[in-house]
């Protein structure tokens, strides 16, 4: 319940925005795409770079914690590890 409506907020009301409105400013109609600019638009697009102080801090933040978390369950043993893939697949 509360967890799935906390989900909703910040992922479909808030972050999935952003980057969708960061991505557009590198368009065709937001400026010459360059080979670089390309290369690194998906980081630029999730907020890693060229945003707000707190843009930056969130999203530095948010890419460690599923970093930590990733490599915390790729270490848990049978039946745990199990448990989380069912989890995150459901």
């Not at 906390?6 to 080979?35: C, E, H, I, N």
Request: charge should be positive; charged fraction near 15%; hydrophobic fraction near 50%.
């Amino acid at each position: 319940g509360f967890a799935c409506v906390k989900g909703y907020m910040a992922l479909q009301r808030k972050w999935t925005p952003l980057v969708v409105a960061r991505a557009f400013t590198l368009g065709p109609d937001g400026g010459q795409l360059s080979a670089l600019r390309g290369a690194l638009a998906p980081f630029y697009s999730i907020g890693l770079f060229h945003a707000t102080k707190k843009r930056i801090c969130v999203s530095w933040g948010i890419l460690a914690a599923v970093g930590c978390l990733i490599a915390g369950v790729k270490q848990l043993a049978y039946p745990w590890r199990s448990i989380a893939d069912g989890g995150v697949a459901a």
